[in-house]
């Protein structure tokens, strides 16, 4: 196997987690703590590559968030777009911080993602109560050290 196949295996591997613990449902108490997990893992490989993981990238897995949450169609491809869109104008900035300065930069960006999906829902007319979103952003924005810590080593296992 070559080293850009093995690098490509690592990226859609991380994100096929990513879209695994995005889908699977627990306990209701416990939803509104469920960080974003492809848009967690989207702003790190758009942070560490971003000549190989994109806007294009960023579209395919809201487009692929939309189908398996069975939302409307559209909404969190353009989130995730957007999303791609500022990390890949911020990356330089944000890539020569600590991770734990990063993870206030990621939380800013997750608070972005979450408005676009609730301005989207709401033209639509499927308002939802943001205040639940609130949690889901501050624990994606703890959780973002750790991820980018697993993420890394995934990275130069790989690679």
């Known amino acids: 196997m070559t080293l850009d196949n093995k690098r490509r295996l690592g990226i859609a591997g991380s994100f096929v987690i990513a879209f695994i613990l995005a889908s ?3 306990p209701d108490w416990l939803d509104p703590l469920r960080p974003d997990w492809v848009a967690l893992v ?10 190989r993981i994109g806007i294009g990238t960023g579209w395919f897995a809201g487009l692929l968030l939309d189908v398996v949450y069975g939302s409307m169609l559209g909404q969190h491809a353009l989130a995730k777009t957007l999303l791609a869109f500022l990390v890949l104008k911020l990356h330089l900035r944000v890539r020569i911080y600590p991770p734990w300065q990063q993870a206030l930069v990621v939380g800013l960006l997750l608070t972005i993602n979450h408005i676009i999906i609730i301005w989207v ?7 939802d109560a943001p205040g639940k979103l609130w949690f889901t952003i501050i624990v994606g924005a703890a959780l973002w050290p750790v991820l980018s810590t697993v993420l890394r080593n995934l990275r130069r296992r790989f690679a």
């Open 42 to 51: 989207l702003i790190y490989w758009c942070l560490v590559l971003p000549e």
């Open 121 to 127: 829902r709401t033209i639509g007319g499927q308002a």
């Open 24 to 26: 699977i449902s627990g």
